[in-house]
């Protein structure tokens, strides 16, 4: 009959696993993001080494089995990394409207270099929109977008509700119009 205890390290693999932990985890976690296809899959990998070093661990120097750990984690990385590209085959390799699919097409959780590009883009056209306004419209619109009320619009700038509303729905007008004709060419 099989005992339902757990085999744990032994002492020393257990207090150099919580010194290689404690030294160096958060550069075997980025060691592991780097070679995983998301963050998950990272964390499994980290777990996975994890659960290596304090069964596997090699008697020897902090630095070695650190060292030792990177090797461990990025192996781990990269075999999560080719069960998620099996998991996930038929769709990396084909290819749908004459457009080639793989792993660039996968979600990220950052955007690409394209997105980010576009986006700086669509923020110098926005900052361009805004700096053709008039003050009082700039303005409104300014702290409206910064969280605060028409109310407190009014007491920020000692303006009536109807010059507040005025300045935001001309502003608003105008931005949208500029923006426009910025962006369209």
Known sequence: MASSRTI???PARFEAAVAVI????????????RHSLC??????????????????APP???PRLAAWMHTVTKREAMAVRRARERLLGAR????RDGEPTGLDSLPAERPGPAERAERR????????????????ERRALVLKA????YAEIQQLCGWTYTKVNRCMAEGRKRFLELFAAIYGG
């Open 60 to 62: 020897c120097e902090l």
């Open 146 to 149: 910064q969280g605060y009320s």
């Open 121 to 136: 883009e669509r923020v110098a056209r926005s900052s361009e929109a805004l700096a053709a306004l008039k003050p009082q």
């Open 22 to 33: 404690d030294s160096h985890g958060a550069a075997l976690m980025r060691t592991a993001r």
């Open 92 to 95: 990396l390799g084909a290819h």
């Open 8 to 10: 744990s390290p032994p």
């Open 39 to 56: 963050s998950d899959d990272a964390e499994d990998a980290y777990q996975r080494a994890l659960e290596i070093l304090l069964a596997k």
